[in-house]
């Protein structure tokens, strides 16, 4: 893929645990999930390893990749998943590990 590409950017991911560094990524992430429905709370990503799941972008861009093979940060971390519980009212979303 190339850098422009959605599923390949790491405009809401880069750099790893932190808000990301391109000012123009809220607006971008606003604007994706507005366009893909008006219900749209949230994105889900891989493909830029973290050091734990974590969120970013007013908790919109859930950021899952833990780079828990051994080529990415020795493989030495411990598995986490990010569970999300459809609410009435609201939400509720978990980061579970061991």
């Known amino acids: 893929g190339n850098e422009s590409s959605p599923v390949w950017m790491r405009d809401y991911s880069s750099p790893a645990d932190k808000e990301p560094s391109n000012r123009k990524a809220q607006a971008m992430i606003d604007a994706c999930l507005q366009q893909i429905g008006p219900d749209m709370k949230r994105m ?29 940060y020795g493989g030495g971390g411990f598995p986490e998943v990010l569970e999300i519980i459809h609410g009435e009212v609201e939400d509720e979303i978990n980061i579970l590990t061991v």
């Open 44 to 72: 889900v990503m891989g493909h830029t390893p973290q050091s734990h799941i974590n969120a970013a972008l007013k908790g919109k861009a859930w950021r899952i990749d833990m780079g828990a093979s051994k080529g990415v």
